[in-house]
């Protein structure tokens, strides 16, 4: 059974590009959720998705966006990059909406904003 | 909003000994996670806690949901060198999404 596939693993952007990563979930799995993950900051929570719908949004700003498509593939968007936007990507994913048997990360998205 | 206070933020022992670390927080959660992340990779799940009091092993690894509801901790016995790595817990409630401790670096002395 194939894990959660983040593209790509690593990614170099200029200041004020906009970039998309992508994930696929374990075949089954409805949720998707993305955290961004920084030596100062953690693991900070970005949005789920179920269903296609956005269920869960962290406080970020809306230069961070995501969606779900039908076959729960997920995609993030970020616009206008930041060298502070310079981070681990990760996605996980889970059977339901609420994680109850716990989410299965992918291995990340590196981002660097130069 | 929730946060979790992960201690200790890191710890070094020697091969063969037992560690413990624990998560508390300002608030209740009816889910608790246990994470292992090492380097380059995602975290991976080790335990998950569903009840109030329930102790779960998986292996060398023990981990407990407080019974107030707003504490975990983790402990792994007979440490060996693949142990080295991040430990993360996590605990959600309800509908709101997963919040992360801020981790427990590892480090194992063969």
């Known amino acids: 059974k194939a894990g959660v596939t983040q593209t790509p693993r690593y990614l170099i952007k200029t200041r004020g590009q906009q970039v998309t990563l992508s994930c696929s979930p374990i075949s089954g799995h409805r949720s998707v959720s993305w955290y961004q993950q920084t030596p100062g900051q953690g693991l900070q929570f970005l949005f789920e998705y179920f269903s296609e719908t956005q269920r869960n949004k962290g406080n970020f700003p809306g230069r961070f966006s995501g969606r779900q498509f039908s076959n729960s593939r997920s995609e993030m968007n970020v616009s206008t990059l930041e060298l502070g936007d310079s981070a681990l990507y990760l996605c996980a994913s889970s059977v339901d909406f609420q994680g109850f048997y716990g989410y299965t990360f992918g291995s990340g998205t590196r981002l660097t904003v130069v | 909003g929730q946060q979790l206070n992960q201690s200790p933020q890191s710890m070094f022992i020697q091969e063969g000994e037992d560690v413990s670390m624990n998560c508390t927080s300002s608030s209740i959660f009816n889910t608790w996670l246990w994470y292992k992340q090492d380097p380059g990779e995602g975290p991976v799940l080790l335990i998950a806690l569903y009840k109030a009091g329930e102790l779960t092993s998986n292996g060398r690894l023990t981990a407990q949901f407080g019974i107030t509801r707003k504490d975990s901790f983790l402990n792994i016995s007979a440490s060996i060198p693949s142990d080295v790595g991040i430990y993360f817990c996590?605990?959600?409630?309800?509908?709101?999404?997963?919040?992360f401790g801020a981790g427990t670096r590892l480090t194992v002395k063969p």
């Open positions: 996590a605990g959600r409630y309800n509908n709101n999404d997963m919040r």
